[in-house]
């Protein structure tokens, strides 16, 4: 790095954030949204030692349009209000959806439980899992899903 280059990378660390986006658009032509200190004080220096030793080579320039005119570019700019979310179900894909009743027959007795956004109803009583349900029916750990005969051993039904 030449002396020259060496105090302007020197007085960069001295700006505010609007003094760096300043000196950006000098160096770059353009503006740029960014409010991150370090990556303006980067791109700065990039720039004033591309210009001081040549920036990039002609291969690498000819090889930088021959990777462009591969690439498949878009046409038209995403619009800024479309937000694409992958859907996430509210609850376990196992399970019924809520407001779905379960019934099952254990020791002559009917147990009603029902499916809720957020858990399931028994007896007056909402639990976090049907497998809290089934211990509170039988006393002893069951796994849910095969108390209610929801899924059996192999997996789900």
Same mark, same amino acid.
């Given at each position: 790095?030449?002396?020259? !280059?060496?105090?302007? !990378?020197?007085?960069?660390? @001295?700006?505010?954030?609007? +003094?760096? #986006? +300043? =000196? ?8 740029? $949204?960014? &409010?991150?200190? @370090? ?14 030793? /040549?920036?990039?080579?002609? #291969?690498?320039?000819? $090889? %930088?349009? +021959? ?11 995403? &619009?800024?209000?479309? !937000? ?5 179900? &509210?609850? *376990? ?5 809520? /407001?779905?009743?379960?019934? =099952? +027959? ?10 809720? *956004? &957020?858990?399931?109803?028994? %007896?007056?009583?909402?639990? #976090?899992?049907?497998? %809290? ?17 929801? %899924? ?6």
């Amino acid at each position: 790095m030449t002396p020259k !280059v060496a105090q302007q !990378v020197e007085a960069l660390r @001295d700006m505010t954030i609007g +003094e760096l #986006r +300043e =000196r950006y658009a000098e160096a770059f032509g353009e503006t740029t $949204r960014s &409010s991150h200190k @370090d990556f303006l004080r980067k791109r700065i220096v990039w720039r004033l030692q591309a210009n001081e030793e /040549g920036g990039l080579s002609a #291969r690498a320039l000819r $090889r %930088a349009k +021959e990777l462009a005119n591969d690439a498949d570019l878009r046409l038209l700019a995403p &619009s800024a209000r479309t !937000v694409v979310r992958p859907f996430r179900p &509210s609850h *376990d894909r196992r399970l019924p959806m809520p /407001g779905t009743v379960l019934q =099952r +027959e254990y020791h002559g007795q009917t147990v009603t439980v029902t499916v809720l *956004d &957020s858990g399931f109803e028994y %007896a007056g009583q909402v639990y #976090r899992s049907l497998t %809290a349900v089934a211990k509170a029916v039988t006393g002893s750990h069951w796994n849910g899903y095969l108390f209610f005969g929801i %899924a059996s051993h192999g997996g789900t039904r």
